[in-house]
């Protein structure tokens, strides 16, 4: 079993080279005229099919990569939920104009897409074609565009286009319908729409459904021709690892009683295959269901997908052989590719793993199908089901399997063309993949279908493509071999070409979870560091844990005369630091992010104990303390060369930058890494020396990463840090003639009171203070509800909402207000308080006793509120809060704690709520989930804000992706993670030197000819 959770990242050459290729050229070499034959006379026959549909024809005919093939995408996955007519409108005239639909109208009445197809798609009626007369029919259309009658019509197209992928509405209907003669060639899978639920009541819904269907099914006349399939993270809405136990205790009885109906009922039941993450939780439930005794003699039809394009696809089933054997019981297992494809590469980018999940060339992914299909083979305690629309794929297969019972799959509402060939031979088995429901679970289904149907890599695709080559379309994956060497998507490492991107845990794999070793009996003192020296003083306090209040050490507070040594120390060697070659100070800070990385264990116990941070947030957050140090190092690289500037001849003009000397940074504890990191290596590596505070309650994150900054080479001369007061140790170094630089994060009233000081100051030291923030989301009626939630939760709860960009005012158009109110309180029931060292964990503590009174003492202000139930504990916790306000102006500070505020608006009073947004004088960050263009620019280009987010969440801005930092009341820029940060904090010099001074212009002389 080990070896399945260890083989997500393997090396896809290695994969290939080792366990595929041989297995998969010798079967081809022996039986390639059979497999050549077999997948000629489908592709031939596909193309010479007469699709029945006109959407069948249309969704192959507009390619993804076109304007008009996202056009469509975009009205299918919006216009069935909108409910109000005005964002109805909006959507159509946003989309349709985009396309060049006139490229489409085609004189040749062969060719399957004509303007009534269009036409149908924009009116919902079949327009008689007559020739020349196209144009016009399709400009009157879109001229009428904003009608409602119009708008009913493309809302009932698209609805249409929807019913080629959805099977029945219900079960009931789905059953009668498949056992209609036409479909007496087919068997089906019925597939209970909906996606991973985002609350338990949706996943109640969904379990009732299941339920339901099994039942039903069972009762039917064929119930041995049906099957039901389940995607397990509609059942739970926590279906993830680090939620294990949880599930154990809420999810598995659930698929327990499901799989229990399945056998009294007669009825194959088959997990899909979801997200790579979920792979291993998939299996962990499997396993138990096997050692039960669900499983036997008289049931065998229970099974689950497995994905050709996952990496670990082929070692799964070479693990399911001799686990099956062992265990004498026999499953059915549905092979596909895989449609997550796309997903799973963003997220591994994001999340800096080490390598994808999946194979990143589409023929490996091809050649893995046919080597699991191999394996698949040798088991005896498997029926083998084959899902692909694939000519080769199949091809093969049927050569492969002539001797052993098998069955093809295919999904609804595609691949008839290719089933059309085969369908007429004797044996023929296939089971239809048939979506059941409502259109509004069908949006996310359908997308993955467009994406399918339309991506230019997509088998389906080629088929129809105007000049499809049947002997390209044919061709064996292993033709494609030589093309191993070369991969178009690097490394998640390498994504930004001119740097390293910081490594992530995958939270998801066995191997990496037991490798999060935390210690037992942690505790630790935080010192002062003076030239290189621990300081201890008599001011001494405790090291507290805000989650249980345990002491976990002591720190030793900086006394007035400590910051007079360290003041004086620093000066003393402004200049030796300074003068260090750039390429050194490169040297040490790419050191120190190495570092980071190799104790990124005890870093992530150390925020997880002093400041009670999540382990996910606090890997997240160290990962952006490596990325500022990368990031720095290479602007300080650019920036750093001299200039040499054209001018006069006789002239040698030079420009360069050079580090000011003494510079102040005070940190917060909400990033304790990050920000400190970040502030204090930008200080450092433009060659200030810095004196550097950080907050109080992360004393020990400080020391520690002190520490490790000296050993990655750093001269002890050129910092000190100095812990304890902040008024007292900055008040003192402001107050020194020789202080160049002030790096702030923190409150606005610190802040206030950091500038008034500087105010009284001869010369005029740089400041930059980043602050808070009242950050708003927007969200009109075309999002998607649940998508909206999901980002409100990480933007609002994630880190206790103790992050300057968290979202603090959701507003929502009143059409979706309910909605959305009502789901976000589902979603806030799944989060968990509790110890941060825990996986499980979703909120830990705020950060003390202080941060706990005032958040609760500004909730108790409000009547209408919901709130999560609290934890008994001794720490400091506030539960994840939603609080109804009436208007925006109804808050005026920013409230630090795990609390968003909820206020409606009407659409056609978005304006006057970008006003208000703006009139809170903040201006940090802003969120926006809309599906309309005009709507996001009209905000986007009258907010006042640092950073925009649209239909994301609205936290976690990525050092050099995503600069950081805001406006007016939050800050005085320039942007964390930017391209203009460390010039702030140097001086400029130019250089001129009359080079004709000394002995005249000698080099022009010599320049110019005769
Ligand atoms: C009956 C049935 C049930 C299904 N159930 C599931 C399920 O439970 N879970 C699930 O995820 N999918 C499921 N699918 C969807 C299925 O994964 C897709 O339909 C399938 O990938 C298409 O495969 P193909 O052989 O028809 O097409 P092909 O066009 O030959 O192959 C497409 C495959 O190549 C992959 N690909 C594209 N580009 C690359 C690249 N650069 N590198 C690597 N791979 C690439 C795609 O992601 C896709 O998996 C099911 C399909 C059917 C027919």
Redesign the pocket.
């Known amino acids: 079993m080990q070896k399945i959770f260890s083989n997500k990242y393997t090396n896809q050459k290695d994969i290939v080279e080792k366990n595929f290729f041989n297995l998969v050229s010798d079967f081809s070499k022996h039986n390639q005229k059979e497999i050549e034959t077999t997948s000629i006379a489908i592709v031939q026959n596909a193309i010479d099919y007469k699709i029945g549909s006109q959407f069948g024809k249309l969704i192959h005919e507009f390619s993804l990569s076109s304007n008009e093939g996202i056009v469509l995408m975009c009205l299918a996955e919006a216009l069935l939920r909108i409910p109000d007519a005005k964002t109805i409108n909006d959507l159509i005239e946003d989309k349709i104009p985009i396309g060049d639909w006139k490229k489409y109208i085609k004189n040749d009445k062969d060719l399957f897409v004509n303007i009534s197809s269009i036409a149908f798609l924009l009116t919902g009626k079949i327009v008689e074609e007559k020739e020349n007369e196209h144009k016009n029919i399709l400009g009157k259309i879109v001229k009428n565009l904003s009608e409602p009658l119009l708008r009913n019509a493309i809302k009932q197209a698209v609805n249409i286009l929807a019913k080629q992928f959805v099977f029945e509405k219900d079960i009931e209907k789905a059953i009668k319908f498949s056992d209609e003669k036409k479909h007496e060639k087919y068997t089906f899978?019925f597939d209970m729409l909906g996606e991973a639920a985002v609350t338990y009541e949706d996943s109640e819904r969904y379990y009732k459904q299941y339920e339901n269907a099994i039942l039903t099914t069972g009762q039917s006349k064929n119930p041995e021709k049906k099957s039901i399939s389940i995607k397990l993270s509609s059942l739970h809405p926590r279906y993830e690892r680090n939620k294990l136990d949880l599930l154990k205790k809420e999810l598995y009885p659930k698929v327990f009683k499901l799989v229990e109906l399945g056998r009294q009922n007669k009825v194959d039941i088959c997990f899909?295959?979801?997200e790579a993450d979920r792979l291993n939780l998939s299996l962990f439930i499997f396993k138990e269901i096997i050692e039960s005794n669900l499983i036997d003699e008289t049931y065998s039809g229970f099974g689950f997908?497995v994905?050709a394009?996952q990496k670990r696809a082929f070692f799964v089933l070479e693990w399911l052989n001799q686990y099956l054997e062992s265990k004498n019981k026999k499953i059915n297992i549905?092979l596909?590719?895989?449609?997550?494809?796309d997903t799973e590469i963003k997220i591994a980018q994001e999340q800096g793993f080490n390598d994808y999940p999946?194979?990143?060339?589409?023929f490996?992914?091809?050649i893995s199908?046919l080597a699991c299909a191999h394996k698949l083979l040798e088991n005896n305690n498997v029926y083998s089901q084959f899902?692909?629309?694939?000519a080769h794929?199949i091809a093969y297969i049927k050569t492969l399997f002539k001797h052993k019972d098998f069955e093809f799959?295919?999904?609804h509402g595609m691949?008839d063309e290719i089933y059309s060939h085969l369908e007429k031979e004797d044996g023929f088995k296939c089971?239809v993949?048939a979506p059941v429901g409502g259109y509004q679970d069908l949006l996310p289904y359908l997308v993955r279908r467009l994406l399918?149907n339309g991506?230019n890599?997509?088998?389906?695709h080629q088929l129809k493509s105007k000049n499809s080559d049947i002997k390209k379309l044919i061709q064996s994956p292993l033709d494609k071999i030589e093309k191993l060497n070369f991969d178009k998507i690097k490394k998640p490492a390498d994504i930004y070409e001119d740097r390293k991107n910081s490594s992530g845990l995958d939270l998801s794999e066995e191997d990496i979870i037991n490798q999060l070793k935390f210690e037992n009996n942690f505790s630790g003192n935080a010192f002062s560091i003076i030239d290189g020296q621990d300081i201890k003083t008599s001011n001494e306090n405790n090291i507290i844990s805000p989650f249980d209040l345990t002491i976990l050490g002591k720190k030793y507070y900086a006394e007035e005369q400590t910051v007079d040594i360290a003041i004086k120390k620093l000066k003393e060697n402004s200049n030796t630091w300074k003068k260090v070659p750039i390429e050194k100070k490169i040297e040490i800070f790419l050191n120190f992010a190495n570092l980071i990385e190799e104790n990124i264990n005890h870093i992530i116990q150390i925020c997880a104990k002093e400041s009670g941070k999540s382990i996910k947030n606090s890997i997240a957050e160290i990962r952006e303390a490596i990325d500022f140090c990368r990031y720095y190092s290479k602007e300080a690289n650019i920036i750093f060369r001299e200039k040499i500037l054209k001018g006069p001849t006789g002239e040698m003009n030079k420009y360069k930058i050079i580090g000011k000397g003494l510079s102040l940074v005070i940190s917060p504890w909400n990033f304790p890494i990050a920000i400190f990191v970040g502030q204090t290596v930008a200080a450092l590596i433009t060659g200030n020396v810095v004196l550097t505070k950080p907050a109080e309650q992360s004393s020990f994150a400080a020391y520690y990463l002190i520490k490790l900054l000296l050993k990655a080479g750093l001269p002890k001369e050129a910092i000190a840090l100095v812990l304890g007061d902040g008024a007292l140790i900055a008040n003192k170094v402001i107050q020194d003639k020789k202080l160049k630089n002030v790096i702030f994060t923190g409150s606005l009233d610190t802040a206030k009171i950091i500038q008034s000081n500087l105010q009284k100051k001869e010369n005029i030291p740089t400041f930059i203070a980043e602050t808070g923030g009242l950050n708003c989301m927007i969200v009109d009626s075309s999002a998607l509800p649940e998508h909206v939630v999901k980002d409100v939760v990480s933007s609002g709860f994630d880190s206790a909402g103790q992050r300057c960009s968290a979202c603090r005012i959701l507003c929502v158009e009143e059409n979706i207000y309910e909605k959305i109110k009502d789901i976000l309180i589902g979603a806030m029931k799944t989060q968990n308080m509790g110890d941060p060292e825990k996986l499980s964990t979703d909120i830990g503590p705020v950060i003390d006793a202080d941060a706990q009174a005032n958040i609760n003492n500004h909730i108790k202000k409000f009547s209408k509120f919901f709130q999560n139930e609290n934890i008994s504990s001794n720490g400091y916790f506030v539960p994840p809060t939603l609080i109804e306000i009436e208007k925006l102006s109804d808050l005026k500070n920013e409230i630090f704690g795990p609390v968003v505020h909820i206020t409606k608006y009407k659409a056609s009073e978005l304006e006057k709520l970008i006003d208000e947004i703006n009139d809170l004088g903040f201006g940090l960050t802003l969120g926006i989930h809309s599906r309309i263009d005009k709507t996001v620019n009209l905000i986007v280009s009258k907010v006042e804000v640092g950073n925009i987010y649209i239909n994301r969440n609205m936290i976690g801005a990525v050092v050099g992706v995503q600069p950081f930092g805001g406006y007016e009341k939050s800050g005085t820029g320039p942007k964390a993670g930017g391209p203009e940060y460390l010039k702030r904090l140097c001086y400029e010099q130019s250089i001129s030197n009359n080079t004709a001074a000394m002995g005249g212009n000698a080099s022009l002389l010599s320049e110019v000819e005769d």
């Open positions: 899978s899909d295959a979801e997908a994905q394009y549905r596909v590719k895989g449609a997550y494809w999946v194979f990143t060339k589409k490996v992914t091809d199908y899902a692909t629309h694939n794929s799959q295919k999904l691949g089971r993949y399918e991506a890599t997509s088998f389906i």
